[in-house]
């Protein structure tokens, strides 16, 4: 008895360390094979021509060229731009409004907070279909909004110069709740001495948010900004469902994420496809980058 | 202190006022989904619009939205694709968490910063290539291709790794001097010590999962295999000339109560568990 465990101890001591890379194995092995590896082929297959059918042919950086003179691309581009601004700033300040109005105490919060959430908590589709038929020209919107001008009819996502401003106004609604979540977080975080300190010496609620709660918010305001950029240029569910087709009217609400999928799945033009999709990535990056830089410096 | 339990017992009728104005507004919508798959179709979009349904139609719309399509299949695999990508991310991440957190083995930076790198690949990017693996594999347009290739979550790994260094090593060395197998020690004693942590990472790749909609898009064709959330765009379209907007409504709801139901039985994993899916990036 005493032998065997002295034994087994032995033994295990001598191997025990191996043990962790058997345990993180499985997991290595699978992003291996299904994210290093199709990133590095992304990567490899921006650089081709690739239609399914024939073998990939080798063409430098044409694809990234051909992008720069793309009327198509140039339109994504510059709706995505326009939808990362949409979905960031208004974002940014109307859900630190929300949390600072949830952050008091007043009675029936609690459920009144349940109820601002509830946006969070259907699929990104299901708000789409929803606000598809919200927005009818004629529909129910139109009568909440312009029915007291006799106003019956909103072209919401029928004209392309609205439509991308309906899908920023929906998406933020969908969003707002959410990063209002991490706000209180950020609030919540805040101790209350500083406070209880500010209001001995004086100072008003808006000089005791602007001096005291705001430099203490700095990483969840990064955090935000980051956040709702990151997360604005990836769209493309929303521009799938809600418009009247996909990326329309006339390509007005077209953005990278589909043009992704226009290129690779219904033109099959894998090498463009890839080459928008190392766009979209740079552009992540570049997003990721300025936050790190903002959390050293700032 | 006095001042707080004043103004609790003022009640501040103001800011009442000010939150229920910003919870109508939001809710609103939720609101108009939900009960409008309890109307007729000729008063979905009525104007001035109905705020509950004034033709009660009970379950006629969803019966309805399961005729149009196989909604309850949808539903299934929806499910099938949400608690598979649970599973394997709870498991398979505590398991790869514990090893990195707990076991310092030759190459363990560098294979760590393998895992770190792929949380940074936004799914787009990966979406072409993924396709064409897939599609090599033969998978394409069946129950591998649409399951296997998303199911283990890196940010898993990172978060239960997070979670895993705070074990405290004299309790796993005491095991060990036990004789416990490591695998016995893991499943045993770190598992149920990470079992918090776990449910909030459950939560949030539920939610992921569930709402999944770019992946399903590209690889699968059949119907039968389709999950709910690409299902859903059937409905936008008129069936048989006529619009559905009751079952699209009534479709939508189905989709939205998995997650409301976690939303109200687990409301604080729920929060944690998206605000730490967040800070993530």
Known sequence: MTVSIVRRAGSVRFHYKWWGLIFVLPVVTFFAAFNLFPTLFGLWLSFTDYDLLNPPVWVGLDNFANLLADRLFLQAFGNTLVFVLGATVPVWVLSLLAALVFDQAFRGRDILKAAFFLPVLPPVVVIAVVW???????????????????VTEIRWLADATLAPFSMIAVHDWAIIPFFMMIWLAGLAAIPPEFREAAAIDGAGPVRTFWHV???????????????????????????????????????????????????????????????????????IMAVTLIQLWFNRHA | MRKRLENIRRGRPVRTLIASVMAVLFAFPIWFMVTSAFKAETEIEAIPMHLIPWQFQGIAQFRLAAEIAPMWTYFLNSWLYALTHVGVTVFFGALAGFGFA????????????????????????????????????????????????????????????????????????????????????????????????????????????????????????????????VGLTTYTQPYNGQPMWGAAMAASTVATIPIAALFIFFQRYFVKGLTAGAVKG
């Open chain 1, 132 to 150: 598809r038929l919200l927005l009818h020209s004629n529909g129910v919107l139109t009568s909440l909004t312009g029915g007291w001008w006799g």
């Open chain 1, 213 to 283: 709660d705001l430099p203490q918010l700095r990483s969840t305001a990064v955090l935000v900004a980051a956040l709702s950029s990151i997360n604005a240029f990836q769209t493309f569910a929303l521009q799938y469902v809600l418009p009247t087709d996909p990326g329309g009217p006339a390509n007005s609400t077209l953005v990278l994420g589909l043009l992704v999928l226009k290129y690779g799945f219904q033109y099959f033009r894998m090498g463009d496809a890839a080459a928008v999709s190392v766009v979209m990535f740079a552009l």
């Open chain 2, 102 to 229: 707990k076991y310092r083995f030759p190459g363990r930076g560098l294979l760590f910063l393998a895992v770190l790198s792929t949380v940074m690949v936004p799914f787009q990017v990966l979406v072409v290539p993924l396709f064409i693996e897939v599609k090599a594999f033969g998978w394409e347009n069946s129950y591998p291709g649409l399951l296997i290739p998303g199911m283990m979550n890196a940010f898993g790994v990172l978060m239960m790794r997070q979670y895993a260094s705070d074990l405290p090593d004299e309790l796993l060395e005491a095991a060990r001097v036990d004789g416990a197998s490591e695998f016995r020690i893991f499943l045993q004693i770190a598992f149920p010590l990470l079992m918090p942590a776990l449910g909030s990472l459950a939560i949030i790749v539920f939610i992921w999962s569930w709402g999944a909609f770019l992946w399903p898009l590209v690889i699968v064709q059949d119907k039968a295999l389709n999950v709910l959330s």
